[in-house]
Every structure is written in C-alpha cells, then in structure tokens.
C-alpha cells in the first residue's frame, strides 16, 4: 500500500530541546518537501531535496534542518533557534515529471511547552 | 514574485446549494494550477489539477474548475454541496523551474444541513 507516513502524530517539545518529525514514503518519489502550517497562513515551504544527498531552503528554513541520505526519507529537525515551532508540519512527496503532482503525508502537531 | 490569493477565509452554504471558491495568482509564466482539501488534523487530498489544454477541469468529488488567464482565476465549483464537503480548501500554484508551489491561505467551507 503506497504512501507517505508521518510521525509521531503528536509531539511535545521543551523549550531549548531539538526534536526531529519523520517522513517516509514508498512512492520512490524524487522529490520531497516540508511545509509549515499555521491557521490562516496557508502552508509554507521550509526545505525541499530533488535527489539524494541534495537539498534546497525553502521561504522559511530559520530554524531548522534536513536530511536527505536515502530516497524514502526526509527527515525535519526543528531546534532549538526556531522561535515560534507550534505549528502543524506536513511532508509532501513527488515524482518530478512534468505533469505530476505532490503527495501529503497525514503531519505532525509539534506543540512546545 | 509567485503568489496565490483566496480572498474567502470562511463560506458557509446549505447543503445542496451550489459553491465558488475563488482562487486568484499571480505568476509570470505559465501557470500549473491546483486544488486541495483538507479535513481537520489531516494532509491535503488533491481534488483536480490544470497544466495545459481544456480550461474547464474537473476532478473528484463533482468538483470543477474553470482557469481564466485574463483575469488570473482558477476558481473552484461544485453544483451541490454535501455535508461532507466541509473542510478547508487550498488553491496552489507549482513552479517547474525550481520545483516548488505556492499556497493560498485557504478557505474554511461550513455546510449547514
């Protein structure tokens, strides 16, 4: 069954603590992406990778890296210089053709207590 | 600069009365142009998608949407809405060159019964 996963669902994070948001896909997608949401701000992009061991800042990349060593995985480490990290992250996936189209994982609720 | 502007934060309309969804951009090429939904807590779920061709598109769920490049619209109908149409709607636009999309702010639609 192919898809994008995503977790954990939920996550609590102290202040000054990194915390790393998983995503795996099994599309063999080329690309994949992280994007931020906030209410009412639509969904804003933080880092996207074309291949492997490549990766591009997206509008909003303060405050966070990525990874990208295999091709299922791209995962998002928010730290500890990411001044307001609450918010709703979800990971995105596609193949990179022409016509094609980006795929959403179900995201996380990274809340900072 | 690419953008995507929903100038509707919320609509509500009964069930079974028709809904518009305006979407309008502002790109300096081509256009490639979608529509997603998304219920509370979860990803985004593509409804339909314009590359080229017929400007009157239609997706899932008895969506349609007509791209109008005088007026730089993609606006989203439905001719009867079900309750389970309630979610918040995203307009996007995709750049091919560098690999990235833009999103609208999204509009919430309330179904009343």
């Known amino acids: 069954d192919g898809g994008i996963t995503q977790s954990p669902k939920y996550l609590f994070r102290k202040e000054g603590q990194n915390v790393t948001l998983s995503c795996e896909q099994n599309?063999?997608?080329?690309?994949m992406y992280w994007y931020r949401q906030d209410p009412g701000q639509g969904l804003r992009l933080i880092y996207y990778?074309?291949?492997?061991?490549?990766?591009q800042k997206g509008d909003i990349a303060e405050g966070y890296s990525v990874s990208r060593e295999k091709k299922e995985s791209f995962p998002l480490t928010v730290t500890s210089a990411q001044k307001n990290p609450t918010a709703f992250y979800l990971c995105?996936?596609?193949?990179?053709?022409?016509?094609?189209?980006?795929?959403f994982g179900p995201g996380t609720r990274l809340t900072v207590l | 600069a690419q953008s995507v502007t929903q100038p509707d934060i919320h609509i509500t309309v009964s069930e079974g009365a028709s809904l518009e969804l305006r979407c309008n951009y502002s790109?300096?090429?081509?256009?490639?142009l979608f529509w997603y939904v998304q219920s509370p807590g979860q990803g985004l779920q593509l409804l339909l998608k314009?590359?080229?061709?017929?400007?009157l598109v239609q997706g899932i769920k008895g969506f349609e949407a007509e791209f109008k490049r005088s007026q730089s619209s993609f606006n989203l109908r439905k001719p009867s809405v079900h309750w389970s149409d309630a979610a918040e709607y995203f307009c996007?636009?995709?750049?091919?060159?560098?690999?990235?999309?833009?999103f609208g702010s999204g509009t919430k639609l309330n179904v009343k019964p």
């Open positions: 314009y590359f080229s061709g017929d400007t």
């Open positions: 995105a996936s596609m193949n990179g053709g022409s016509t094609d189209t980006q795929y």
């Open positions: 599309l063999n997608h080329d690309a």
């Open positions: 790109y300096g090429a081509t256009p490639y």
């Open positions: 990778s074309q291949i492997v061991n490549d990766f």
């Open positions: 996007a636009v995709g750049s091919y060159n560098f690999n990235k999309f833009y």
